[in-house]
T-cell receptor, first 113, second 113 residues
Framework: ETGVTQTPRHLVMGMTNKKSLKCEQH?????MYWYKQSAKKPLELMFV???????ENNSVPSRFSPECPNSSHLFLHLHTLQPEDSALYLC????????????FGPGTRLTVT | GENVEQHPSTLSVQEGDSAVIKCTYS??????FPWYKQELGKRPQLIID?????GEKKDQRIAVTLNKTAKHFSLHITETQPEDSAVYFC????????????FGAGTILRVKS
């Protein structure tokens, strides 16, 4: 599959569960991102990785834990989430030149019950 | 840090008319300004972008203008069609912030046929 893929596409979890979101990019990019998209809110940047190194943590609660084992894969580990964390979580990637197109994945629709 | 404001939040136009969406940004160091389109249930996709050394850029029916002095940029869509209905996001980034894009809140465009 080409472009940016995300799994799962839908996830329902309880507040005490632990789950992980996976993102994979097949574009040869060196930067990867996690965004949160809630209803009636702008895209909120959560984390940025450049060459596997985290370069941005946008004041995200510790119940969200990112992992970037290589330039092609990005994970978001979730634990003890709150109902207000229900949202669409989008992964994106880009070349690491500072200003270039970000390619988004299809997103994971997360519902916390 | 960068702050991007986008107006209007919703816009309804008749098919064939033009649509204009405006964004302002706060950081004078910003030099990359992309526009993304997100159709219902789909991922955001880049439709056009502009860099600070250019005042205007066109691609068929869409154009973007940039006024660096006033720190605002606009998306213009001419001869709108029903398939232009979507949410449009502006964004800004600058070399000071690396790959970090700051998005506007989005504009819901409805093209009535």
């Amino acid at each position: 599959e080409t472009g940016v893929t995300q799994t799962p596409r839908h996830l329902v979890m309880g507040m005490t569960n632990k789950k992980s979101l996976k993102c994979e990019q097949h574009l040869g990019h060196n930067a990867m991102y996690w965004y949160k998209q809630s209803a009636k809110k702008p895209l909120e940047l959560m984390f940025v990785y450049n060459f596997k190194e985290q370069t941005e943590n946008n004041s995200v609660p510790s119940r969200f834990s990112p992992e970037c084992p290589n330039s092609s894969h990005l994970f978001l580990h979730l634990h003890t989430l709150q109902p207000e964390d229900s949202a669409l979580y989008l992964c994106a990637s880009s070349q690491v030149d500072g200003e270039s197109e970000q390619y988004f994945g299809p997103g994971t629709r997360l519902t916390v019950t | 840090g960068e702050n991007v404001e986008q107006h209007p939040s919703t816009l309804s136009v008749q098919e064939g008319d033009s649509a204009v969406i405006k964004c302002t940004y706060s950081d004078s160091a910003s030099n990359y300004f992309p526009w993304y389109k997100q159709e219902l249930g789909k991922r955001p996709q880049l439709i056009i972008d502009i860099r600070s050394n250019v005042g205007e850029k066109k691609d068929q029916r869409i154009a973007v203008t940039l006024n660096k002095t006033a720190k605002h940029f606009s998306l213009h869509i001419t001869e709108t069609q029903p398939e232009d209905s979507a949410v449009y996001f502006c964004a800004a980034s600058g070399s000071e912030y690396g790959n970090k894009l700051v998005f506007g809140a989005g504009t819901i465009l409805r093209v009535k046929s």
